[in-house]
């Protein structure tokens, strides 16, 4: 583990301590049978039981975070280092450079950016890690682990309990999901211990917090610190939320109908593994389709950029990226959104291709993600056109909880409908935490399909689509056809295609204008108001 400049080791060859007393037991520095003196690697001298003594209780705590300052000399803070000793510093050292490596790998997640830079910027991000990150040791295996903030583990009331002192290898509640917990703790997606939603905190070593109880934990520890610990006032424990049972929608232990909501460690569970064999089961379940036609959109996963979307908000549009984990074997692109929401559409004609649209059942259906280190939410809606472009039905998901790191579909059925002539496909998505950048959720393999088996279909197209061999499917445009001569064909489209997107982008845009100006109007008159105020007080004062 190397050394922060703070407490980088002095020379032994150029420095000479010239103490006459051991800063310790505070006794004179006399080398004889009794009390030995040595000079550690740095070149301060200290009494061989006085140095011994400290380093057996600075040893690391199992009820504790990891601390190695009684491995540092009091003077420098430099790592004690002296051939007598080795016996006692080898295995520190040894845990030192263990948690390291999880300081590297937390780096790489929190600070991806910075740490791809070499140099000086690593070193100030390993000494920020060091400062920042808290980490614990395994009662189990003995091994550290990864616990959270120092700022959340200096909070801790007491000591560790046992069944809290278990990493992520250790612990029962990973191994029911993931088959390699440790090399799989970077994907795994835990429950809130208080409450049913998934958890965006790791606080005090094991305790995993979603954002909204994470709040009223931090209230509470602010509220304990203001009164102290030992008042009769003390706020108590949090409060959990009970799970409302059959309408959670969040996977529940095996063989129970509720979540265990609680402030004990039984109430932890892992609800996903994106690396293991049951999230590829979840994901081939959410793959499993209907029987019906090809996909009728072009341009699913971004892999033309942004061409033929029609992006509805102004302020925040979706943008195209590499996936760094595909939603299939033939895509390596997703769209993805920012802080705000981004909203984009595309339609459909399905005049132009059944012989009878109202007879048609329609999926509309798009596969979403979000990441491990911002939380982000998706939303997916249809809108149903008759042939004069009024909307006859909109139908659109929740607002969901976009699932860290693995792909979930969303899915919408459109039952037969009368007048039905186009269908139009939006698409929502932001993060929660209001992060500059592109740090909202992904969407990938966007689709509309004609539900139905092979007889039916072929009855109801005109000219029955067929999957290109790019994994994507073409409907009126050729197999070869290139952004640019996809928006060009796009904008030959008769112009009647185009209202019900544009009215769609103007209500989203006076959404967001009407409560500004309404502002600004309230501003204007509060200036009047004072302006009117302040010389009517001159006014009183000159004829007094």
């Keep these: 583990m190397s050394q922060s400049p703070s407490t980088a080791a002095h020379d032994a060859s150029s420095f000479q301590d010239t103490s006459e007393d051991c800063a310790i037991c505070l006794c004179p520095l006399e080398d004889d049978d009794e009390n030995e003196v040595i000079a550690l690697g740095c070149g301060h001298r200290w009494h061989l039981a006085c140095i011994k003594q400290q380093l057996e209780h600075g040893k690391p705590s199992h009820a504790k975070r990891l601390l190695f300052n009684?491995?540092?000399?009091?003077?420098?803070?430099?790592?004690?280092?002296?051939p007598k000793l080795e016996h006692m510093t080898r295995p520190t050292d040894d845990l030192r450079e263990k948690v390291d490596e999880l300081i590297v790998e937390q780096l790489r997640v929190d600070a991806p950016a910075g740490w791809r830079r070499n140099g000086s910027d690593r070193t100030a991000l390993m000494d920020q890690g060091r400062r920042k990150y808290a980490f614990f040791l395994c009662s189990n295996c003995n091994e550290p682990y990864f616990g959270g903030t120092v700022?959340?583990?200096?909070?801790?009331?007491?000591?560790l309990a046992p069944n809290d002192q278990l990493c992520v290898a250790c612990s029962p509640q990973p191994q029911i999901v993931c088959q390699n917990p440790l090399q799989h703790r970077g994907?795994?997606?835990?429950?809130?211990?208080?409450?049913?939603?998934?958890s965006t905190f790791l606080c005090y070593g094991s305790v995993h917090f979603c954002d909204a109880c994470h709040e009223r934990n931090s209230h509470r520890v602010q509220q304990q610190q203001r009164i102290g610990r030992n008042s009769s006032n003390a706020p108590p424990l949090l409060e959990p939320i009970p799970c409302p049972g059959d309408s959670c929608t969040f996977p529940k232990p095996a063989g129970k109908t509720k979540h265990n909501n609680g402030t004990t460690s039984d109430c932890e569970q892992v609800y996903h593994c994106a690396c293991c064999q049951s999230s590829d089961s979840q994901r081939s379940a959410a793959n499993v389709q209907e029987p019906g036609s090809a996909n009728l959109l072009v341009n699913t996963s971004g892999e033309r950029g942004l061409a033929l979307w029609q992006q509805l908000n102004r302020r925040?549009?979706?943008?195209?990226?590499?996936?760094?984990?595909?939603s299939g074997e033939n895509?390596?692109?997703?769209?993805?959104?920012?802080?705000?929401?981004?909203?984009?559409?595309?339609?459909?004609?399905?005049?132009?291709?059944?012989?009878?649209?109202?007879?048609?059942?329609?999926?509309?259906?798009?596969?979403?993600m979000g990441r491990t280190d911002c939380p982000s939410v998706f939303r997916l809606e249809v809108i149903i056109l008759d042939r004069s472009q009024r909307i006859i039905q909109r139908q659109s998901t929740p607002t969901l909880d976009a699932p860290p790191d693995y792909w979930e579909r969303a899915r919408l059925i459109v039952e037969p409908l009368e007048n039905m002539s186009e269908i139009v496909l939006v698409v929502h998505g932001k993060d929660s935490r209001f992060w500059q950048g592109d740090f909202g959720s992904k969407v990938s393999e966007c689709s509309i399909r004609i539900l139905g088996g092979e007889e039916e279909l072929n009855r109801q197209f005109l000219n029955r689509p067929q999957q290109s061999n790019g994994g994507g499917p073409q409907v009126g445009f050729p197999v070869g056809a290139t952004a640019t001569t996809i928006g060009e064909e796009n904008r030959r489209l008769p112009e009647r295609r185009q209202p019900p997107v544009a009215a769609e982008a103007n209500r989203l845009y006076l959404d967001a204008i009407l409560p500004l100006i309404f502002f600004l109007v309230l501003f204007w008159l509060a200036s009047i108001f004072r302006s009117n105020r302040m010389v009517q007080l001159e006014l009183d004062k000159c004829y007094k």
């Design 70 to 82: 009684g491995c540092q000399c009091a003077k420098c803070g430099s790592f004690c280092d002296h």
């Design 187 to 198: 994907h795994m997606t835990w429950k809130c211990r208080y409450c049913c939603r998934p």
């Design 151 to 159: 700022e959340c583990a200096d909070q801790q009331e007491g000591e």
């Design 331 to 368: 895509v390596s692109t997703n769209f993805v959104s920012s802080y705000q929401w981004c909203v984009m559409a595309q339609r459909v004609d399905l005049q132009s291709l059944l012989r009878n649209p109202s007879l048609a059942r329609v999926e509309a259906s798009a596969k979403y």
């Design 316 to 326: 925040s549009s979706w943008k195209v990226e590499q996936s760094a984990i595909p």
